[in-house]
């Protein structure tokens, strides 16, 4: 019941976001990785920090409309609970009341965590954070083409 989706294969914000080029580039390895060792050609993705973040200014609305034209769907999220890439490590109850205290006036939610060698408590917390959205009346469903995505708002 899970969907296999994109993020980076460098995760290296100043080359991924040099030009739309260097994007293309860096997804297209990372989509490779994936269809080799899985035989799944991924569909949805997520911009490295975001589709707007300080390093695609300039570039996103291009980046996302050629990303959208080759068949991919973007993600952003709008609920985190981690504070996001080199952030601190929180326990698991804290990562828990970020999410709960999070929810306040979202009927559906795409949330972002993540899962590394400075972060090992995200794994635990999973369960609690299961646990606090279904108490919530939320369901949980995979991330595939069909489901509206969360995008950023984008200034016009």
Same mark, same amino acid.
């Given at each position: 019941?899970? /969907?296999?989706?994109?993020?980076?294969?460098?995760?290296? %914000? &100043?080359?991924?976001? &040099? =030009?739309?080029?260097?994007?293309?580039?860096?997804?297209?390895?990372? %989509? /490779? !990785?994936?269809?080799?060792? /899985?035989?799944?050609? #991924?569909?949805? +993705?997520? *911009? @490295?920090?975001?589709?707007?973040?300080?390093?695609?200014?300039?570039?996103?609305?291009?980046? @996302?409309?050629?990303?959208?034209?080759?068949? +991919?769907?973007?993600?952003?999220?709008?609920? &985190?609970?981690?504070?996001?890439?080199?952030?601190?490590?929180? =326990?698991?109850?804290?990562?828990?009341?970020?999410?709960?205290?999070?929810?306040?006036?979202?009927?559906?939610?795409?949330?972002?965590?993540?899962?590394?060698?400075?972060? =090992?408590?995200?794994?635990?917390?999973? #369960?609690? @954070?299961?646990?606090?959205?279904?108490?919530?009346? *939320? &369901?949980?469903?995979?991330? /595939?083409?069909?489901?509206?995505?969360?995008? +950023?708002? !984008?200034?016009?």
């Amino acid at each position: 019941g899970h /969907t296999l989706g994109m993020g980076s294969w460098s995760n290296d %914000y &100043s080359a991924v976001y &040099s =030009s739309v080029e260097s994007y293309l580039a860096d997804m297209y390895a990372l %989509y /490779t !990785y994936i269809e080799n060792a /899985t035989g799944i050609k #991924p569909t949805v +993705f997520r *911009f @490295i920090g975001g589709s707007i973040n300080s390093y695609d200014a300039g570039l996103y609305h291009e980046l @996302i409309a050629e990303m959208i034209r080759r068949g +991919f769907v973007p993600y952003d999220w709008n609920l &985190s609970a981690d504070g996001g890439a080199g952030g601190t490590q929180l =326990s698991a109850e804290e990562l828990v009341l970020r999410v709960e205290d999070s929810l306040a006036g979202l009927d559906r939610a795409i949330l972002l965590l993540h899962d590394d060698a400075s972060r =090992s408590t995200t794994l635990e917390a999973v #369960p609690g @954070i299961i646990d606090c959205l279904q108490q919530r009346g *939320f &369901s949980l469903a995979a991330l /595939t083409p069909e489901v509206k995505p969360v995008l +950023f708002a !984008y200034p016009e």
